[in-house]
């Protein structure tokens, strides 16, 4: 059996954030699908938007409306009443008479779309959909099994009570990818902030340790924690009814910086993973000169660098971070736009047994930006030797 999945706007994470969470690889993609032998829950990530099973692949060229109407019917009429509401996103040649092909197939409630694919509005309504979409010269006919609800993350951005920007917020739906680039169910975030890695992760972790040096967020991190617990037992349950889901626990949250975290009251940090936004600077998400960015990098490289030895000495396996970058940089005296990357990412696991794992299809970090951002975050995992 195969699976195809619909990537996020930052390809590259989807697809190790796939890989990272089924344990297996992928068959094939483009820059909007993949397709695998294995299947995992897009409720529980956050750059898969939806998914399910391939039911029959076609050529382009030999594919016709009568055989795809053909196919599409017998597995109606196979399915024991399973297809009784039903709903279609398909290509414009193939909508022809899909209608009444669909209704004498036994189907009784049908939907039939003029977009390409459902959102997460029609899949509320109406869990049974058929998709198809094109992958080189190959259409293949997929019946979506799960949808991330990506619309939840979204307003519970806005709905926490703790919103500060100045930190360079994270948001939730990078965050909770961010928390599957590991396996383990037991993480530790040494810049925790608001607490929105927590948040993200409440229902893919565990355990959970939290730390800040900053005192006055770790209250602040309390109360998202509690509102984001209220607006999931209200909101989301309803969607995964037949989840036995428990909450993530917190076991301590700590006022001390990360490059102190050998004196955590915690004996068991050895069998946790770290994954955290990191420290982003002063800069991130304004404007600043190159100047003001070097030595903003210069402050997070020695940070970063002490806190991977420190985790190394507590017996650390895997660390998950970002730095910041610049998508958009125009160097003094030249029309070009061209993206500013940190030049010291070799320097931080220099000398220790850490080493990169390759997370984009060329190198061992992803480029996460919005839209219009002056700043983005650079993902990068280091695990030990």
Same mark, same amino acid.
């Given at each position: ?90 290509l414009p040649k193939l909508r022809n008479n899909l209608l009444q092909q669909i209704k004498k197939a036994g189907a009784k409630k049908i939907n039939i779309i003029s977009r390409s694919e459902p959102n997460f509005g029609n899949w509320k309504g109406l869990k049974h959909w058929f998709i198809t979409f094109s992958i080189d010269d190959k259409i293949y006919l997929g019946e979506i099994t799960s949808f991330s609800n990506q619309e939840f993350w979204a307003k519970l951005d806005t709905k926490l009570p703790h919103l500060d920007m100045k930190r360079g917020i994270i ?75 428990? !909450? ?20 068991? !940090? ?77 320097? !931080? ?37």
């Open positions: 059996m195969k699976y195809f999945y619909r990537l996020g706007h930052i390809p590259e994470l989807g697809k190790i954030e796939y890989k990272s969470v089924s344990e297996s690889e992928i068959e094939n993609s483009t820059t909007k699908w993949i397709i695998t032998d294995n299947s995992v829950n897009t409720h529980k990530t956050g750059s898969l938007v939806f998914g399910g099973v391939v039911h029959h692949i076609w050529n382009q060229k030999t594919l016709n409306l009568k055989d795809f109407q053909k196919t599409l019917s017998n597995i109606i009429k196979e399915s024991d009443g399973k297809y009784k509401k039903v709903g279609f996103a398909v948001n939730l739906k990078l965050a909770r990818s961010l928390n599957n680039l590991t396996k383990n169910k037991n993480v530790y975030d040494p810049f925790c902030g608001q607490g929105r890695l927590l948040i993200s992760a409440m229902d893919i972790k565990t355990n959970y340790i939290a730390s800040d040096i900053d005192e006055e967020v770790l209250p602040e991190l309390q109360k998202n924690y509690e509102k984001a617990v209220q607006v999931w037992t209200n909101k989301w349950q309803y969607i995964e009814k037949n989840d036995d889901i428990k !909450l993530a626990t917190i076991n301590s949250i700590e006022a001390i910086g990360a490059q102190q975290i050998d004196t955590l009251k915690n004996d068991n !940090l050895k069998d946790f993973s770290i994954v955290t936004e990191g420290y982003l600077g002063k800069t991130f998400g304004k404007n600043p000169k190159l100047k003001e960015i070097t030595e903003q990098w210069e402050k997070i490289k020695n940070i970063w660098i002490n806190t991977i030895r420190k985790s190394e000495e507590v017996g650390i396996k895997e660390i998950v971070f970002c730095l910041p970058y610049y998508p958009s940089y125009r160097p003094p005296g030249s029309n070009k736009v061209e993206p500013l990357i940190p030049d010291f990412i070799q320097d !931080l696991n220099e000398g220790t047994d850490y080493q990169y794992e390759k997370l984009g299809d060329e190198t061992e970090y992803i480029l996460y930006t919005r839209k219009d951002s002056r700043t983005g975050h650079l993902i990068l995992k280091l695990t030990k030797r």
